[in-house]
């Protein structure tokens, strides 16, 4: 709905024009009328008119006086000017003024409608060809800022300058980069898979980029630029040199922005900030700072935000460090030790202790870490081989695995990778020799009632032991407690299941889990994927 404002002295032609516009029913809304230029300027800053009807002979200001005073305020502001005298020297100067229409007094009332009509379709017009400038003009600053975070200026290039005349509301000098970047498998409190299908994941960005332009702005000059990057969503935002006020009201934002992320789109985000640079010419050294601040995230875990000046010295350093480990070394010598010699428990225990080494020793880095693992997995892929237990499906989960490393997002998924492998070789490994016979006859009633709530303490009776000896010839003969036991043989008959997209609820229940939640993330725990990312790698 357009609104139209109308201004006439004489109140009998104000009122029949305003019935005439309340009659019309074509997209107009009357929304206030004036006697005279002075009254009309006011409602005009008040009421924000898309259409002003005016006379051209009033007291006080007349109607071309209106037309020059308001097109300096608004220059889109349409105006249709009335007069009960055909004057050429008014039409003159009404259309010089870029007034729409003139009109006679006493106007018909489908004159009225015809010249609104042609009002409403130039504003249309006019607002058509505005956005597309605006688009393209987006698009322009949008590749032209990428470029600018990726390398320092060419030769002659001014930057300040051309953010001027951009006229974006950000200053040249003190400024700073920041990344958010989606984690990809939904709530960092739920390990849930995201809800959302990568066809939808475009639309998810721009709502996010709304989102997160709405939660950073400021009003006052040198505010926030949203834009961009490849997947990840920039911000560009002023701050001075030490300004620990800034900082704290930075967090402050950083963790609403991470909020309302979460809760209005249920995604979960992971941040980082960089250093202050002096100018714009300088804001790729930001926005690399602000890459490696968010590369922390494999330590800190997803959701984290991530500031590159709270990184100590060598936080992140080169990757060979992770080689110099000795301790490292040791541990990975004992675990093939004891697997080569059965002794399972012992093994997996080392295992869960070599995780913790590598959690606490950030100063590795991602890539340290992912290297020291790929090395340690093909250790345990040529003791396999060496002990003749490289059963089919557990080749194809190493290979499978090796695959997603350089994908690996958190040192949390880092360690589901490594136990899933052990466990898997170590239940190869336990196939190859003889079973006590009450384990046997515990797994012979896990086969068969897995689906049902099964109990440590059901099982024992069954076999007619107590469940502290039985959970004891589990870890002597199998490597791994009951429990863990029951929820790797689940897992293994959701595979088949999730193969033929069974959803994902009714996989749950057919294998045992009354929570899709907790099967999903039992799943996840003993394959390294979530159901759905499952389901689709297949």
């Keep these: 709905m357009l609104k139209v404002l109308i201004v006439e002295d004489e109140r009998t032609v104000r009122e029949g024009i305003a019935e005439s ?42 109607g071309l006086e209106l037309v020059q005073a308001a097109k300096r305020e608004q220059p889109g502001l349409e105006f249709i000017l009335l007069s009960g005298h055909n004057d050429f020297e008014y039409a003159k100067t009404a259309l010089r003024l870029g007034v729409s229409d003139y009109l006679l007094k006493p106007c018909k009332p489908e004159e009225l409608m015809d010249t609104l009509i042609s009002a409403k379709q130039k504003i249309a017009k006019t607002r058509e060809t505005e956005h597309s400038l605006h688009q393209s003009l987006a698009a322009v600053m949008e590749k032209t800022l990428v470029r600018w975070l990726q390398s320092p200026p060419q030769p002659l290039e001014n930057r300040s300058r051309q953010l001027e005349m951009w006229g974006e509301p950000i200053e040249a000098a003190h400024i700073y980069a920041g990344i958010v970047r989606f ?31 709405e939660t950073l702005q400021t009003p006052s000059r040198g505010s926030t630029i949203v834009f961009r990057c490849g997947s990840d969503l920039v911000w560009l935002a002023n701050r001075q040199p030490a300004d620990e006020v800034h900082l704290a009201a930075c967090r402050t934002k950083l963790t609403q922005l991470r909020t309302n992320l979460e809760q209005f789109l249920r995604i979960s985000v992971s ?27 494999f330590y800190e875990g997803r959701g984290s935000i991530l500031f590159y000046h709270d990184l100590l010295a060598g936080a992140l350093a080169a990757a060979d460090n992770a080689w110099q480990d000795k301790a490292l070394e040791r541990l990975e010598e004992q675990i093939l030790h004891d697997l080569r010699t059965m002794n399972f428990e012992h093994a997996l225990d080392g295992a869960e202790t070599w995780i913790e080494r590598l959690r606490s020793s950030p100063h590795y880095g991602q890539s340290g870490a992912s290297l020291k693992t790929t090395a340690f997995l093909l250790e345990l892929q040529k003791l396999a081989q060496e002990q003749h237990a490289a059963a089919f499906e557990w080749k194809l989960q190493m290979v499978d695995w090796l695959k997603q490393l350089p994908l690996i997002e958190t040192i949390d998924d880092l360690s589901t990778l490594v136990k899933s492998l052990i466990r898997g070789l170590v239940a190869v490994l336990t196939s190859m020799t003889p079973t006590h016979r009450t384990v046997a006859a515990a797994l012979d009633i896990i086969h068969a009632k897995y689906q049902t709530n099964l109990t440590l303490d059901a099982v024992a009776k069954e076999v007619f032991v107590s469940k502290t000896y039985l959970s004891s010839l589990f870890k002597q003969g199998l490597g791994i407690n009951f429990l863990d036991y029951l929820h790797q043989y689940r897992v293994e008959q959701a595979k088949p299941l999730l193969k033929q997209h069974y959803k994902i609820y009714a996989v749950a229940k057919l294998v045992g889990y009354q929570e899709e939640r907790h099967f999903s993330a039992t799943f996840k725990k003993w394959s390294g994927l979530t159901p759905s990312q499952y389901q689709k790698s297949v």
């Excluded at 202050?276 to 890459?291: P, R, V």
Aim: proline share 6%; hydrophobic share 35%; charged share 30%.
């Design 21 to 62: 516009i309340e009659e019309m029913q074509c997209g107009f809304r009357l929304c206030g009328q004036a006697g005279d230029g002075e009254e009309a300027l006011r409602l005009i800053d008040r009421l924000a008119p898309d259409i002003v009807i005016t006379d051209i002979r009033m007291p006080r200001m007349d």
């Design 271 to 297: 941040i980082g900030v960089g250093g202050l640079a002096d100018s714009i010419d300088e804001l790729h050294l930001s926005y690399d700072q602000a890459a490696e601040a968010l590369n922390a995230r």
């Design 183 to 213: 984690d990809e498998t939904g709530s960092p409190h739920t390990q849930s898979p995201s809800p959302y299908q990568p066809r939808d994941m475009e639309l998810i960005r721009y709502a996010a980029e709304n989102v997160m332009r």
